[in-house]
């Protein structure tokens, strides 16, 4: 399996889910606001500005489709959790997510992405329960490996699988700032999509 950079092209944007193209195979990535999602997709195609890295979470709900050469898809889910984003547009985005997760017969896995940081929040756990409960198959991704510190690491890959109800080496830990774990991420996302 190769891990060169991913060769990702944009090709739209949704706020609904309903009207993406068809695609043979599609992945799809998810995670709360700030976690380090864009930065992550840029990492993986070694392109700085594919995904928009913003400072202000939760600015961006929209849905961000790109596509490998072979028609493939990566989708890119917007970040959940903002807590400026009022109640009723949170509701009608879960809404709208778990529809997508439900009904999209191309997505063949849903990367759920972590703050490596921080360790799953309540509201990562509920995605993770809910993944589960619906036998949606995932990948949870640790991201910003780089943020904990050398002498804290083993002991905190052990804590946030232990939150995350899943074995340390279930977890793939990337740094999309250093480069940690993007050419295994590469290999599993080629892995679902070749
Ligand atoms: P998104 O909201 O999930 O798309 O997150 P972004 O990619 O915009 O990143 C949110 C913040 O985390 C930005 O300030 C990034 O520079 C920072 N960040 C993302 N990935 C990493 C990483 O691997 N290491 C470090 N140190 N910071 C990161």
Redesign the pocket.
Known sequence: MTASPLPIEFVTSAIDAKVLPPSPAEVAFV?R????????INALANRKQLAR???T?GRTQLINMFALPNGSTLVDLP?YGYAAVPGRVKQGWQKMIEGYLIEREELVNVFVLIDGEIGPTKLDVQMLDWLRANGIAHTVVA?????VKSAKRQTRKKDLAAGCMLEPGDIVWV???KGVGIEMLRSLVLGHLN
């Open positions: 995670g606001s700030n976690v380090g999602k864009s930065s992550l890295v913003s400072n979470p970040g991201t910003k490996h780089d943020k740094s999309a700032s």
